[in-house]
Structures are given as structure tokens and as C-alpha cells.
């Protein structure tokens, strides 16, 4: 098959990719479902038009020179990370447009193109060992250098370093195979020095041994100085019009002395056509995969970077901001830099749950945009993880590309929190982040996390009475540690003087607390007493205690009041929690 | 021994500006703190949902801290309280203490209870103290009426936190009448701003900061300061609501106390995080004539 055919193969698998790509930004979405794919390809439309008409567009430019072309977002992350990047990017570019599509590109520059002269010639390996040394960093940072913050490496990131590196390889490889080849020598003898005599001609070959690397299974080093004259004679002839000093490629011309000795075994016109198609399909592969790939940042980290420069989700138009958040999906290349500077990401350690780690969150996310289903138990897990978040924006001001994560988190748990599963960490201060942003949630949906978890819990511990349940050694641990031995029923010393729930504000904040609490926190002292825990865990006071210490600290007894509370919200937690990851085991 | 800066979540999410006017006031005081990263959450979202969750992020800060040899410094009463709470709950329970150690291991710390957290507040008046700072302000604050709001975990547990009287606070006050206005007694000086109850009853959370914003406005105070961006925030936010709601514009603004500071130092409006906060005119006013190019 001729080559410009794969060529426009691939081509066109790629464009076809992107264009798949591209639909679902318009298609998929976090959260608001209001608007059509095509309601939000004219809202793009529309906005893309009046941003670049109006004095935003200095902040496009300003984030293009920036962020897109200086990188300066990757800069700040790690000045290493930058060079390799900057390495990488660039010299694959120059590649790309010098020696990929050189035929086109070079004439409008050079009068006089020949891959084998120079600057070419010196350029190709020039921009060929920035790569390679770009590269090597990458390899050196995610799997020489294992950092215990970085997230764990997947499949893809794999890829993408092995993609780039065996474009290279199989180039240089290509090109040492020629330089050593006798018969790549002997052919363009027949070609162009057609004049030159028998002796004349292994003069020349002689000539080329001993300078160009050939390597020939008759001739043999040292040559005599006569033979070499003879030889540069018809090398100048014939020969050095179209060649420059094979030592100007010098990576290639490096790796062919280190090939000499099998040098024979590769010689012959089948083998470099093989070799050249390898490093030809290789490129294929690369072009045809590059939309599904994390190389398609190349598009969307752009975009993604001049697009957050001048948009805001309270200011900009919803539709516009849904299809941002999807582009924002495949903008992100898994650099990790985000997990690394997580507030949360330690806690990874005891709770084995990679979701809690923002670079791990993608892959989940993209599922949750697609509308697919999730089993119960995928989306317990997926909800977890996200709810563990404390929003300290961290991840958001350190990507390198600039997604706006801690929106998408937002957005997302949004999502989730339609499909009714119960998520207790919202009784926690983590819900203050939700609260903060009450405004831009739907009144119905805004009660529903909190009222689901509360019934959670309700149902628990609402079938359940006296005497009562059997601890693990974990919860009686946990009450222990608060302070209180319930065992041995330390708040014995209360004696109900209802100093605790005198000085409670929240109490204090409702006309009718006994109604509005269920029970009061000296009736929950009595209640421990008593043993009586579905009204303890039923009731609202043990969730809607603020942990402001007043009943502890004017306690006559001492009793740990707050402390105890805290602990037994704990209990009522973590039963709740097990029990619902349980049922969600029983569901697989 | 040295200081580093301990960043609170809530801070760096909506307050910004107070983080950079926290920073601009211990320069400008000459007051050496070091930012330094890696540190986690201080656990107090945690501490009702997942105690040891709690114990180990509070542990594992303090951990950095015993590394470094530096004190934790933070602007937020919770994230203080909280890690002081921590230390005591691990200097008393041997298996928490081993557990906490026994996953630092893994990243080559230990919690040996030699880290210290303190509150900036704290830090300030043992360096450079009431004295100095009173050298170093003009008083022009003069005439301005502050309701100090210390956060509840300032104070309580009082066994645990020992900053202050739990019943009579009044270290803060003096911060407060050092830089030339005046602290006010008020009813509501020791309740809770109710901040944690956002997102979980809404309506509560709200009662308590209107007890708050009202008793403020009946002992004539300006301004509420706060030492803890939870109460700021809820002020904040509960102001904003109620003047949308009864159109009653009088309610009490509030501040941190590091803007407080700053503007008392003559630090001006951007350098304290001022823009877009609404302040009782004569101050504002105030803030704006001070306002002198940052990096002079």
C-alpha cells in the first residue's frame, strides 16, 4: 500500500477521534442536564464570538504567551518537570515539522534541501536528543525516582513515554542501520558514480569505511594514504554535493560504531525497508491513537488553559461552563501534581480508597459524565473518595494545565448525590464547603445528602433496643479514647443538674428544643446511662452537637460531655457506614 | 525556634486575602515565619465522623513540625484547638500513640509530642507582645468599638487549650485595644458562631450568628473581629443573608484580626485583603488612605 494511503488512514482514525471527542465535550456533563448537545454547541459558538470581541481577549492572548507557549503553570509545579516537558514539546516539534513534513516545510525556508546535508543533517539529531533527554527525565522522575507522594503510574502514562521514545529509537536505529550499510553505499554508487572505475570505486568505498561508517565485509582499516586520496578524489566527484560528514548526525552516527561488529548481520535493502516501515507505522500508531491518548492534551490543555482564564462559574453562561468541565476531562495528563500537593491525600494510607487522590478521581469522573450506569457499590466507593475532600483549593491552583478541580469536585459530588446513596461524611464541618455554595444548588437537591444520611442512620439503629449491642474492640476504643469508659459507665457521675444543656447554644436556638432535638445533652447522659441507643443514635442533638465544648467546660461533675457526643457520633457513624458498604458487597 | 506557617483549608478555599494580609502583617511586625509544604488537613471535619482518621492527620502535622524543629503557626482557632486536642489525647493513649507512629513510619516520621501548634494570635503576644506592638501602631484606630470573637476552640476544652480564661477571655481584647480601638464587653462574646452546622441545618447555624450579629450591634460595637476564619466566614455570609432578607443594613461587619492588624500598621486596603469588604465608612475610608504600594 503506497504511504500517503496509511498516511491518510491514520489521519483520518485520528480526526475521527477527535471529532468523538470533541462531541462528547458537548454531549456529556457534570451536574445540570438542562441543555442539548446542540443548545450548548451554539452557546459555545456565541461565547467563543463575544469573548474574542470584547477586552477578554487580552487575557486569552495573555494566558496563550503564558501558560500555553512559556508554560509558566508547570514552572511553579517543578522547574525539572518544565525542562523535560519544554524538551520533549519542542524538539518532537521541530521534528515534526523538519523532518516529518521537512519536504513541504523545509523548501519555503532553505533553497537548497537535502536531508543528508546540512543543517539538516546536524538538526534532525539536534532535536532527536532533546527528546531523548526530555524523556529521559520523565522516565528518571516517574519510575527511577519514586517519589511515595506521587500517585501510582497507569497504563496510559506508560504509553505515552513509550510512544515518543520508540518514534525516536526506531529513527536513529533506521539511520545508524544506513550509515553501516554497504549495500545502501553500493547502490548509490551505481546511481551516481556511474562514470568512476573498479579501482576507483573501492577507493571511494575505502574512503567512506574510514570516514562515513560504512562498514564493508572486504575492506579493512588502515587503508594507505594513496587509496584514500583516490578515494576523497571520486568522493568529490561524485558524492559530497548531497553529503555532509555523517559525524553531524551524531546520535545516529553514535550508535552505528556501536553496531559495527553485527553491522553485517543488518546490512541489506530488506532489512532497512523493514526498519524504515517500523519507525514509519510507529509514527502512524501514534497519530491514529493520539485522541484517545493522554497526547491529546496537545489540544485540550490549551483550550483548557485560555478558556479558565477568562471563565467563572457564576459569571459565565451554565451551558458554556458544563462544556468546559468535560474538556477539562481530557485536558488532564496525570502528572500527579495535584495528589502530591493534596491536604488529603495522606489519608490515603489508612483508608485504601484511590478515589480520595484527585489524580485518580478522572477516570471515575469521565464515567459520571457519560451518564453510565454504577453499580451501588462503585458508586459508594466514588463517593467516598470525593467526599473526603476538605476544598482547600490546593489541586486547583497547582495544575499545570489548569483545570479547575475543585469545581469539578463539586459538580460531581452534585452528580453522585442524585443517585440517593448515603453519604454520611456529609454530617461532618466538610458539608460547611456545600453550605458556603448553597447558592448554586437546586433548592429540592440541596436537603437530600444530609436528610438521606440522617435516615441512614435512623434506620440503623431504629430496629434495634434494649440491652443493647455488643461494641467491636475498634468503637469501644474510639468511646474510651473520648474520655469515656462506657463500660464502666464514667458518666455515673452526672447527676442531671441540666447544666450542660443549659449552656448549649444549640438548644438555646430553638423554641421547643426537646421537639427539635430529641434529646437534650443531659438526657443523652442518662440515655448512655441507660443504655438506650437507638434514641441516642436516632436523635438529632448527637448530629447537630457544634463541639463548641460550653457543657464540658461548666460540667460540675466533669463529665466529658462534648467528648462523649463526639464519640458517640463516631459509633453511630461507622456502624452506619459498615452496614451500608455491606449491603453494597451484597448487591455484587 | 523557629515558625512555619500552618495552612487551614477553609482559609486558602475563600479567604485568600486574609492568608496574604496574615502574611504581609508578620512581615511588616518582623516577625519570622517560614512557609513550608506537605502539611495535610488538621482533622477537625473529622473528629464526629472518624476519630482516628482525626488523631492520625493532627499527629502526622505535628510530626512535620518535630521534624522541621519549628512551631506550627495558624490563623484558625479550629485547626489550633484541633491539634492541640490531638497532642493531649496522644500523650495519654499509648495504643493511638502507637498506631499513629506505627503509619508515620512509613514516610520516615515519628510523633514524639515535642511539636508545638500555636495560634498567631499567641505568637504575636510573645513576639513582639503588647508593649512592642504598641510601639509599632499609631493608634489611629482610635474610636473604633470592637466585639473580639475568640472561637470556641480558643478557649474550650480549657484543660486542653489553656490560651486563655475560658469564662473571661481578655488576651485578645488587649491585642485589640493596642492597636488604638477599643474592645467592647458583649453578651454573646463566648457562644459559638455556629459555623459548624452550615450545610447540615442551615437554620441553626443561622439563629446563632443573628444571637451573635445582634448582640454585637446592642454593645455598639463597629466591627466584630475574629480570631478564627470559621467565624468569619459565618458572619460573613449570615450579614449578607440578612440584609437580602429585612434590608437592615446596620448589621455589624467583621474582619480577622490579622486585617485588623494590618490596617492598624498602616499596611492599606489591597495589603490587608480589603477589596469588595464592607466596612463602616469612616474605616473604609481609613483603609483606603493608607493604601501604599506593596512592595515599597
Known sequence: MPKATLVYIALLIGLAGAAYKVSTWFRYSLGSKKFTASDRVTAAAKGILQTLLSNQFASILRSFFLDVILQAKLIRVSPLRWIAHILVFGGFTLLLLMHALGVYVNPLFFSNYYSTLNPFLFLRNLFGALVVLGLAIQIY????????????????????????????VSGIFLESVKITSVSAFRDMTEEYATGESEASLKALEAYWVANYGVVSPELAQPFSPEMLAAGKAAHDASCAQCHAPAQWAFMDYGVSRLITPVAAWFDGAATRTSLYWIHFLICLVGLAYLPFSKVFHLITAPICLMANSVMDRLQSNPANYATKQILELDSCTHCGACTRN?????????????????????????????????????????????????????????????????DLWFSARETLAERDVPNLLVLSPLSIYRGLRKDEIDVPSYARPVSNARKAIADEFGSFHWPGVAYTPHEEKMLDTAGMHLRQNAGAACFSCMTCTNACPVVKAHQNPGAALDLLPHQIMQAVKLRLWDLIFGSKMLIECLGCYQCQEYCPMKVPTADLIFALRNVAVSRTYRNISQKALETL | MSLVFFPCCVSSSFMGDCEFAARNVVNKLGVPIEDVNGFNCCGYPYKGIDFKAFILMSGRNLALAEKRGADLVTTCACCYGTIKQADNILKQDTSLFDYVNGILKREGLAYSGKGVVKHLLEVLLDNPGITGLKAKLDGSLSGV????????????????????????????????????????????????????LIGVNDATAMQLAKNKLDSAREAKADLMVTACPFCYLQFGRSRDALIRESGDSFIVPSLTFVQLLGLALGLGQTAVGLQGVSLPSGLMKYAQSREVPLRA
Open chain 2, 145 to 196: 468599638k470592637v466585639a473580639t470573637q475568640y472561637g470556641c476552640k480558643m478557649l474550650r476544652p480549657s484543660d486542653v487549650v489553656s490560651f486563655d480564661s475560658p469564662l473571661s477571655p481578655g488576651k485578645f481584647d488587649e491585642l485589640v485595644d493596642a492597636t488604638g480601638a477599643e474592645a467592647v464587653p458583649w453578651t454573646q462574646k463566648l457562644e459559638c458562631c455556629g459555623s459548624p
Open chain 1, 342 to 406: 493534596c491536604t488529603m491525600a495522606f489519608v490515603n494510607s489508612i483508608m485504601p480508597n484511590q478515589m480520595i487522590l484527585p489524580s485518580e478521581r478522572i477516570s471515575s469522573l469521565k464515567v459520571l459524565a457519560s451518564g453510565k450506569p454504577l453499580s451501588f457499590r462503585d458508586s459508594l466507593v466514588i463517593q467516598e473518595g470525593y467526599n473526603q475532600c476538605t476544598n482547600c483549593t490546593q489541586c486547583t491552583l497547582v495544575c499545570p494545565v489548569g483545570i479547575n478541580l475543585q
Open chain 1, 141 to 168: 522522575n516517574r519510575f527511577i525516582h519514586r517519589d511515595p507522594a506521587n500517585p501510582p503510574s497507569s497504563g496510559m502514562d506508560v504509553y505515552t513515554i513509550l510512544i515518543f521514545a520508540l518514534v525516536i
